[in-house]
């Protein structure tokens, strides 16, 4: 009997501890958003090749941080907002847009109906994001670019929402 409530012990040790290895991203379950694909080279006009400016902005800000492909995923509470292109987002977790070669994420959380942009690493959702200005990294570069393309920006979430 002993022997066995010890074994019971140890396993549940060894789940504590390895939970989150399987827990996965707060985002794993979230609805997979168009916005997908290699991020072109830096000095591609993506224009004539039927990009949009927010397209080429964005190779023009990361391509110095070569971050290889990127996918995105949008919170299905909020989907009926994103796909009508609303302004107006419930606080909480919003979108991300995954960069796994460079093993970063970007966030875009809304508190207050205002969006909290961060960048985490992918392993610990630990954030990395810069202080320097104008960096890739720093979230100010992000709402930058999201407040300046009004077209394909609104409610400070940018991208396509045909899914």
């Known amino acids: 009997m002993r022997k066995s409530l010890w074994a019971v012990a140890v396993c549940l040790a060894v789940f504590a501890f390895a939970g989150d290895s399987f827990a996965g991203n707060y985002w794993d379950n979230w609805t997979k958003g168009k916005a997908q694909g290699p991020m072109p080279d830096c000095g591609v006009n993506v224009l004539p ?4 400016q927010i397209l080429q902005d964005t190779v ?3 391509c110095g941080v070569k971050p290889g492909s990127y996918k995105s995923w949008i919170n ?5 907002i994103y796909k009508r292109k609303g302004k107006h987002y419930p606080d909480g977790k919003t979108g991300v847009l995954v ?4 093993g970063v994420v970007f966030t875009t959380d809304h508190k207050d109906g205002q969006p909290i942009y961060d960048v985490l690493t992918i392993a610990d959702e630990k954030s990395v994001a810069s202080s320097e200005p104008n960096h890739p990294l720093n979230p100010n570069t992000c709402k930058v670019c999201h407040e300046t393309h009004g077209g394909t920006c609104k ?4 991208g396509n929402r045909l899914l």
């Open 155 to 158: 409610g400070f979430v940018c």
């Open 99 to 102: 960069f796994k070669t460079i």
């Open 60 to 62: 023009d800000i990361y």
């Open 76 to 80: 299905p509470k909020v989907m009926k």
């Open 49 to 52: 090749l039927g990009g949009d």
